[in-house]
């Protein structure tokens, strides 16, 4: 059973930065591509859409959205089976519920949710104005 928890979510002013990470386990971690999404107030009714934020293969190749280049950063720990956001020059419109992902296999860096296929919980970032 694959598991991943989230954790690092808060609230801040804007311009701030939080860092998140996200703890792998019950598979063979270093070999997956891990990516972060995230879902806005405005998007949490059932079905809505869950945005690319970035992701990072095992590799350490990163891919960003548009919205968060030069802001936000991924980097992972394969020693210790964990993966971060670090989230800098934050935005009202970075409030969301943000979620760490993972492929089943390593094969490039996909910004589709349907591309992956374990999930974490997510936890919740607040940016005040």
């Known amino acids: 059973q694959v598991q991943l928890v989230e954790s690092g979510g808060g609230l801040v002013q804007t311009g701030g930065s939080l860092r998140l990470s996200c703890a792998a386990s019950?598979?063979?971690?270093?070999?997956?591509?891990m990516g972060w999404f995230r879902q806005a107030p405005s998007r949490q009714a059932p079905g809505s859409e869950r945005?690319?934020?970035?992701?990072?293969?095992?590799?350490?190749?990163?891919e960003y959205a548009d919205s968060v280049k030069g802001r936000f950063t991924i980097a992972r720990d394969n020693a210790k089976n964990t993966v971060y956001l670090q989230m800098n020059s934050l935005k009202p419109e970075d409030t969301a519920v943000y979620y760490c992902a993972s492929t089943r296999t390593g094969s490039g860096l996909p910004t589709s949710r349907y591309e992956y296929a374990y999930w974490g919980q997510g936890t919740q970032v607040t940016v005040s104005s």
């Open positions: 019950g598979r063979t971690f270093s070999s997956s591509t």
């Open positions: 945005e690319f934020v970035g992701a990072i293969s095992w590799r350490s190749n990163t």
